[in-house]
């Protein structure tokens, strides 16, 4: 397998950039609509804790995966696919990465407008409170939320659409 992407296929790193952010959002997105349903304890604590260190992870791997993107261009699509799909399928794709950025962005300026001190693995964060900003950025935090979930469910649902109508297997792609 190829490190790199080629004119066909996806190459190891940007598979691995993939299938590692899917799996840490499938932990990520359950866990904060459980965690935000908890009185305050322990596993409250421990669980909001391992929620921001997935949430930073999401939010380096996500800025790593761009500035890889930008050096290591995408495959090119099959050359039977119409330009509708074409432009579909790039703007999904754009607005995946936006959408991760804002649910991450807005979770990190949540925690630091409430007076908490963020640690970004390499350094640490802790800005003078402000509630009010704390409370926006929350909300946005899950509106990007929905609009992510919205986001995930089209493009899965693209790849079982090119599979049953157009029976072409665009996930080996990504495999
Ligand atoms: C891809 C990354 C992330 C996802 C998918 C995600 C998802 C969620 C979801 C679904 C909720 C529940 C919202 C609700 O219904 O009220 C939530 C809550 C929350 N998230 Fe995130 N989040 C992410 C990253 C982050 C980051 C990076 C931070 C902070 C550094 C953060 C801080 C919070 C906080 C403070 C809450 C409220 C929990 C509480 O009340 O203690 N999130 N998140
Ligand atoms: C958390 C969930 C997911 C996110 C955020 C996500 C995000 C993305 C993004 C941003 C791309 C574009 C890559 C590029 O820059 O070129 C992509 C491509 C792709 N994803 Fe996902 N993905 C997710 C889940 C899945 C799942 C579950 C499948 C399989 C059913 C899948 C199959 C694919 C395939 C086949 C491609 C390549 C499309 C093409 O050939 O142009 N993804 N994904």
Not at 107 to 127: A, P, Q, T, V
Request: hydrophobic fraction near 50%.
């Amino acid at each position: 397998m190829r490190l790199n992407n080629s004119i066909n296929e996806y190459g190891l790193v940007a598979k691995l950039f993939h299938w590692l952010t899917f799996i840490i959002l499938l932990i990520q997105i359950p866990l904060g609509f459980y965690l935000v349903r908890l009185d305050f304890s322990d596993l409250r604590i421990t669980l909001d804790e391992i929620h921001v260190i997935g949430g930073i992870l999401v939010f380096y791997l996500t800025l790593f995966r761009l500035i890889y993107k930008f050096f290591n261009k995408s495959p090119r699509f099959s050359p039977e696919i119409f330009i509708g799909q074409k432009f579909i399928s790039k703007i999904n794709h754009f607005a995946l990465y936006i959408t991760i950025l804002t649910v991450t962005i807005s979770g990190i300026f949540k925690k630091l407008y409430n007076g908490e001190k963020l640690d970004f693995f390499l350094f640490k964060i802790r800005i003078d409170d402000n509630f009010d900003l704390a409370d926006k950025f929350y909300e946005i935090h899950i509106l990007s939320n929905y609009t992510l979930i919205a986001l995930i469910s089209l493009h899965i649902f693209a790849v079982i659409f090119h599979k049953l109508f157009f029976k072409e297997n665009i996930l080996k792609r990504m495999t």
